[in-house]
Nanobody, 122 residues
Framework: VQLQASGGGLVQAGGSLRLSCAAS????????MGWFRQASGKEREFVAT????????YYADSVNGRFTISRDNAKRMIYLHMRNLKPEDTAVYYC????????????????WGQGTQVTVSS
């Protein structure tokens, strides 16, 4: 099983980034997929999730309206398009897979990627 996140970097406040996550080694279409983030010294927190079909998405209040999660089951990819980035969005972003569901609880997720750093300067 592998989840490979990419697309992080340094961006100015107000800018945009698109994160990608490539999945392999498991039945991707059977899993809800999520993005979480962990800022330095803080706990990992929920950002967004998408159901196995892509028909439903859920967002943390802090990113709702600025971030968009999507998936391409044929390519075994998920994406997080981040707009109007703020310094408080600075964190390591992780993609994760949850069998059957797409919840906000990180403890429910079965597989995790290695993370990609996003840094937003003011």
């Amino acid at each position: 099983v592998q989840l490979q996140a990419s697309g992080g970097g340094l961006v100015q406040a107000g800018g945009s980034l698109r994160l990608s996550c490539a999945a392999s080694g498991f039945a991707f279409g059977d899993y809800g997929m999520g993005w979480f983030r962990q800022a330095s010294g803080k706990e990992r927190e929920f950002v967004a999730t998408v159901t196995w079909s892509g028909s439903s998405t859920y967002y943390a209040d802090s990113v709702n309206g600025r971030f968009t999660i999507s998936r391409d089951n044929a390519k075994r990819m998920i994406y997080l398009h981040m707009r109007n980035l703020k310094p408080e969005d600075t964190a390591v972003y992780y993609c994760a897979a949850e069998k059957g569901l797409a919840t906000k609880d990180k403890d429910n997720y079965d597989y995790w990627g290695q993370g990609t750093q996003v840094t937003v300067s003011s």
